[in-house]
């Protein structure tokens, strides 16, 4: 999987060497379009909820995503094992934070997001014919709310999901793949 962000004028580019990984990948190349990230066996963001465990080894490179701003991340969909995922990591602290993307689940492709308070809450739906093509996905902050967009290619935009988020909150986004 490669994974890269994307910054339309509206947004500003954020450089690699100002994000922290939130758990180190098994191998990261940088170049000049992107960034290619190699993710541990296993990895994963969950909190209890169905499973019963709570995973937080996900591999999410975050900087600080103020008030009125947004992150935008753009990867080339190729994913395949159960659970592989990419998309964008929203993190507030371990217990507060929403991953949106796409992930591989029971042998498709689903965009969804995973939005967790204390627990995880999972939603997800098939874009086939997403697979090999630029997949692009947007997490907006504004007001009390987190909205995710994405699309492929140069499609419209979906919504994927609006979420709660405390407007004080110190917040922290940016790439992430399991």
């Given at each position: 999987?490669?994974?890269?962000?994307?910054?339309?004028?509206?947004?500003?580019?954020?450089?690699?060497?100002?994000?922290?990984?939130?758990?180190?990948?098994?191998?990261?190349?940088?170049?000049?379009?992107?960034m290619?990230?190699t993710?541990?066996?296993?990895?994963?963001?969950?909190?209890?909820?169905s499973?019963?465990?709570?995973?937080?080894?996900?591999?999410?490179?975050?900087?600080?995503?103020?008030?009125?701003?947004?992150?935008e991340?753009?990867?080339?969909?190729?994913?395949?094992?159960?659970?592989?995922?990419?998309?964008?990591?929203?993190?507030?602290?371990?217990?507060?934070w929403?991953?949106?993307?796409?992930?591989?689940?029971?042998?498709?492709?689903?965009?969804?997001?995973?939005?967790?308070?204390?627990?995880?809450?999972?939603?997800?739906?098939?874009?086939?014919?997403?697979s090999?093509?630029?997949?692009t996905?947007?997490?907006?902050?504004?007001?009390?709310?987190?909205?995710?967009?994405?699309?492929?290619?140069?499609?419209?935009?979906?919504?994927?999901?609006?979420?709660?988020?405390?407007?004080?909150?110190?917040?922290?986004?940016?790439?992430?793949?399991?």
């Open positions: 999987m490669t994974s890269s962000a994307a910054s339309p004028a509206d947004l500003a580019d954020v450089p690699w060497a100002d994000g922290t990984w939130t758990t180190a990948p098994a191998a990261v190349r940088i170049h000049d379009d992107g290619d990230v993710a541990r066996e296993g990895s994963d963001a969950w909190r209890i909820t499973y019963g465990f709570v995973h937080d080894t996900e591999h999410a490179l975050v900087a600080p995503l103020p008030q009125g701003s947004a992150v991340v753009a990867f080339t969909l190729d994913l395949r094992e159960q659970f592989d995922q990419a998309g964008v990591f929203v993190r507030v602290d371990a217990e507060t929403i991953k949106a993307g796409v992930e591989r689940s029971d042998g498709e492709d689903g965009l969804g997001a995973v939005v967790t308070r204390g627990v995880s809450d999972w939603s997800l739906a098939p874009v086939p014919g997403w090999g093509r630029l997949v996905i947007r997490a907006s902050r504004s007001g009390d709310a987190l909205t995710v967009r994405a699309r492929v290619d140069d499609e419209p935009w979906r919504l994927v999901r609006v979420a709660p988020l405390d407007p004080d909150a110190a917040v922290a986004a940016g790439p992430f793949c399991c």
